[in-house]
Every structure is written in structure tokens, then in C-alpha cells.
């Protein structure tokens, strides 16, 4: 069974950084992307970036574009999203996917890309 951990989450003013991290284990890990996605209050969980294992091509959406930095750690599983000038628009939970290959690259920006989810950490950006 894999497990998928997000850690890093907390309360910063606007203009403020924190650094997410997620770590995958257990079960025979072939990654093909590890991903976030945020969920607001009342809204839909949305696409933030993604990290292609093979190739190390990333991916962002719009509104976070020059912002926010995804990066890995091969060794040890784990993707990072290093999250720069935030705004209080940036106030959501965000969660952490790993996609195994069951689908082709170009669904990289879909949930249904991603096999295994973590729990989510919350993050809040003070005005």
C-alpha cells in the first residue's frame, strides 16, 4: 500500500513563503509525477503543479506561475513546493499525488492522473 505524507503547511502574511514537502513509501514505486492540487473553502480541488519523474519537466497553473517552485529528491521519494510571495488567494488545503502510469503524460494537470493522495496540509495567508 502506498502512503503519501504532506508536511510543511501553516499560517503566513501575505507576501510570505513556506516550503511544502511530500514524501511517498511503501508498495514497488515506479513514479511517473508527483503533483499538488488545493482545495478552497466551497470550491473544487484545482491543479497547482506537477513534477514529471522522468525527464524532470514541471508544470504550473496560471495564478502560481513565477511563484511557486516544484522540485524533488530522488532518493528519498519526496517532491517539494517551495511557495513564494503568497496571497491570501493561496489559502487552501493542499494535497499531494503520486501518478503511477496509468494514464499518458498530457493528464498531468487531471486528478484522475493520480494514483494515491495524501491527507492534505492546510495553508492560510493572512492580509
Known amino acids: 500500500q502506498v502512503h503519501v505524507e504532506e508536511t510543511g503547511g501553516g499560517l503566513v502574511q501575505a507576501g510570505g513563503s513556506l516550503r511544502l514537502s511530500c514524501a511517498a513509501s511503501?508498495?514497488?514505486?515506479?513514479?511517473?509525477?508527483m503533483g499538488w492540487f488545493r482545495q478552497a473553502p466551497g470550491k473544487e480541488r484545482e491543479f497547482v503543479a506537477t513534477?514529471?519523474?522522468?525527464?524532470?519537466?514541471?508544470y504550473y497553473t496560471n495564478s502560481v506561475k513565477g511563484r511557486f517552485i516544484v522540485s524533488r529528491d530522488n532518493a528519498e521519494n519526496s517532491v517539494y513546493l517551495q511557495m513564494n510571495n503568497l496571497k491570501p488567494e493561496d489559502t487552501a488545503v493542499y494535497y499531494c499525488g503520486i501518478a503511477l502510469g496509468r494514464y499518458s503524460d498530457s493528464y498531468w494537470h487531471m486528478r484522475i492522473f493520480y494514483d494515491f493522495w495524501g491527507q492534505g496540509t492546510q495553508v492560510t495567508v493572512s492580509s
Open positions: 513534477l514529471m519523474w522522468n525527464g524532470g519537466s514541471t
Open positions: 511503501g508498495g514497488t514505486l515506479s513514479n511517473q509525477a
